[in-house]
Nanobody
Framework: QVQLVESGGGLVQPGGSLRLSCAAS????????IGWFRQAPGKEREGVSC????????YYADSVKGRFTISRDLAKNTFYLQMNNLTPADTAIYYC???????????????????WGQGTQVTVSS
């Protein structure tokens, strides 16, 4: 059974950091493009950061560039989103997913999600 389970969300003050984890079971992440998406209240789900199947290419939404870092540990079958310098605008439910990333020229973009985790709430507030 394919399953993705997020952890690491919570309440943090502006300027703080969190690291989200997404543990995969029932399949190997090796060979899958993966990513993190988020949905804030009243807004559509958006791609935050994605990594290609090879692990070579990454995508970051403009709003998180320089603050968030996506990584994966294939030995642990887990991938991560390190989030630094958080702001209230980052408040959302964060989802991990396998996704159909694509290239436009040399630039890599998140694609539609296939398998999704259940989501983890991130709240940035003082």
């Amino acid at each position: 059974q394919v399953q993705l389970v997020e952890s690491g969300g919570g309440l943090v003050q502006p300027g703080g950091s969190l690291r989200l984890s997404c543990a995969a079971s029932g399949f190997s992440l090796d060979g899958y493009a993966i990513g993190w998406f988020r949905q804030a209240p009243g807004k559509e789900r958006e791609g935050v950061s994605c990594i290609s199947r090879s692990g070579i290419s990454t995508y970051y939404a403009d709003s998180v560039k320089g603050r968030f870092t996506i990584s994966r540990d294939l030995a642990k079958n887990t991938f991560y989103l390190q989030m630094n310098n958080l702001t209230p605008a980052d408040t959302a439910i964060y989802y991990c997913a396998t996704q159909k990333g694509h290239y436009s020229g040399s630039l890599y973009y998140c694609g539609g999600g296939d398998s999704w985790g259940q989501g983890t709430q991130v709240t940035v507030s003082s």
